[in-house]
């Protein structure tokens, strides 16, 4: 498999997931698969592969590493090195919005506001979890904390 392709198909993987989630938030279907493991499992088993062809069979950029802001930039020049980090995205973004969305459900926030808090998390990660706390706590649903209340 080329580093296109993966890349192509990691992306891929995780449309169902965050359509299911947007569009299907209170779906059987959406709780057996996105609020279950089953993501954050294969993910996370892709990521971790690619971590080990890094660090144990040198599939990485010979200057990267975690000392120094060029050795992490070095981590990137790398194709797998950008799967790494791109799974590493997909995985935890997609965790959020699975949070979020269960959040939503439990406190009875409305989808409109769950919804694009979920969106902006698949595009742009942290803003979309900010979006979706500020929102909550507006409508006093809950404050900014992540904790029960």
Not at 55 to 75: C, N, P, Q, R, T
């Amino acid at each position: 498999m080329t580093y296109e392709l993966a890349f192509t198909a990691i992306n891929l993987s995780v449309l169902p997931a965050w359509l299911l989630l947007i569009a299907l938030p209170r779906s059987d279907i959406t709780k057996a698969v996105v609020h279950s493991g089953i993501y954050p499992l294969a993910l996370g088993s892709f990521y971790a592969v690619c971590l080990a062809l890094s660090m144990f069979f040198g599939v990485s950029s010979e200057e990267a590493g975690f000392a120094s802001i060029g050795a992490v930039s070095a981590l990137f020049d790398h194709p797998n090195g950008v799967l790494i980090g791109w799974s590493h995205y997909l995985v935890f973004d997609l965790f959020v919005g699975a949070w979020i969305g269960r959040d939503a459900l439990r406190r009875g926030v409305t989808h409109w506001l769950a919804a694009p808090g979920m969106l902006f998390s698949f595009v742009f990660g942290p803003v979309g979890l900010l979006f979706y706390l500020i929102g909550r706590a507006a409508t006093g649903k809950g404050g900014l904390s992540l904790a029960e209340s």
